[in-house]
T-cell receptor, first 109, second 112 residues
Framework: AQRVTQPEKLLSVFKGAPVELKCNYSYSGSPELFWYVQYSRQRLQLLLRHISRESIKGFTADLNKGETSFHLKKPFAQEEDSAMYYCALIATNAGKSTFGDGTTLTVKP | DGGITQSPKYLFRKEGQNVTLSCEQNLNHDAMYWYRQDPGQGLRLIYYSQIVNDFQKGDIAEGYSVSREKKESFPLTVTSAQKNPTAFYLC???????????FGDGTRLSIL
């Protein structure tokens, strides 16, 4: 069975501080991992995926297969980063998707 | 913006009634998904379809049914067997090769 765990429901940081949103997964195969974001009154949308290895809006995420983690990081948080963040996995053997419960990030001025 | 359209935005169901939620996409995506979202919880997969005329159960399929007769459409029926249907329902689609999912605006279903 595949599973995604986001241990923090709520995360609050001050503007300019580093932020890390944790994501751990369990899956026996080689997963496709994603971070999605939902800003207030907007649709859920892709933030980044592990295979592209790019930085979006200053966020990066590294897949650590040894620790089965895919934590999302940003060195200097901005107020506009306040949103709900979901980590998601797609099983490459069946196409089934699994989302974590989400982390609400609040960046205080 | 376009892409994925869910309708209606709000839906009310009487006890013992089946209701159907619509999901249409014009992205030419092969895969489509239905999720349920409850307060304080993440998205839970109800059904998914990777190709026309084929679909698989997700983690919480009981009390729901789907069809995939056309590539662009993936309607979800909430049957009377679903004892706790009040929730927010999200539809998504993605291209081949485990591409990122594109989401609709959702349908909020309530029981009268």
């Amino acid at each position: 069975a595949q599973r995604v765990t986001q241990p923090e429901k709520l995360l609050s940081v001050f503007k300019g501080a580093p932020v890390e949103l944790k994501c751990n997964y369990s899956y026996s195969g080689s997963p496709e991992l994603f971070w999605y974001v939902q800003y207030s009154r907007q649709r859920l949308q892709l933030l980044l995926r592990h295979i592209s290895r790019e930085s979006i809006k200053g966020f990066t995420a590294d897949l650590n297969k040894g620790e089965t983690s895919f934590h999302l990081k940003k060195p200097f948080a901005q107020e506009e980063d306040s949103a709900m963040y979901y980590c998601a996995l797609i099983a490459t053997n069946a196409g089934k998707s699994t989302f974590g419960d989400g982390t609400t990030l609040t960046v205080k001025p | 913006d376009g892409g994925i359209t869910q309708s209606p935005k709000y839906l009310f169901r009487k006890e013992g009634q089946n209701v159907t939620l619509s999901c249409e996409q014009n992205l030419n995506h092969d895969a489509m998904y239905w999720y349920r979202q409850d307060p304080g919880q993440g998205l839970r997969l109800i059904y998914y379809s990777q190709i026309v005329n084929d679909f698989q159960k997700g983690d919480i399929a009981e009390g729901y049914s789907v069809s995939r007769e056309k590539k662009e459409s993936f309607p979800l029926t909430v049957t009377s067997a679903q004892k706790n249907p009040t929730a927010f329902y999200l539809c998504a689609s993605s291209g081949q090769g485990y591409q990122p999912q594109h989401f609709g605006d959702g349908t909020r279903l309530s029981i009268l």
